[in-house]
């Protein structure tokens, strides 16, 4: 299958470009209402403007996990996956995004006081 060979792979959606599943596996097995979602998201994408290129792919990051969204081949390809946050990074308080991997000694972050962190 597509995923087999992906580290961390928590599960996987396969969607037709109505949406329907057409595959899943893992946490996302048989998981219409991520789906659904997902569709949603997409379609929303879709309406922003300016679409000149369009997308192929998007990625939805949370502390934890987060979800790959490819499209090729009229098919939706979704993973989700281990978000593993590489050692020493400081993530933003506001949306847990990575802000800095290179922190040195010098400049440790105490008490989760991130203001001094650019962002």
């Known amino acids: 299958m597509v995923f087999e060979n992906v580290e961390d792979k928590l599960g996987y959606l396969i969607l037709n470009h109505e949406g329907a599943v057409l595959a899943s596996d893992g946490e996302l097995k048989n998981s ?3 789906a659904t ?3 949603n998201v997409l379609r929303l994408v879709d309406s922003i ?5 369009g997308y192929n792919q998007l990625t939805i990051t949370y502390p934890e996990h987060c979800y790959i969204i490819s499209l ?3 098919k939706i390809y979704i993973l989700k996956r281990q978000f593993n946050i590489p050692k020493g990074a400081v993530l933003s308080e506001t949306n847990s995004s990575v802000v800095s991997t290179n ?3 010098d400049e440790e972050v105490r008490d989760g006081d991130t203001s001094s962190v650019a962002s």
């Open 32 to 34: 219409e209402h991520t």
């Open 37 to 39: 979602v997902i569709t």
């Open 49 to 53: 403007p300016p679409h000149t290129h």
């Open 72 to 74: 090729s081949n009229k």
């Open 103 to 105: 922190i040195s000694e």
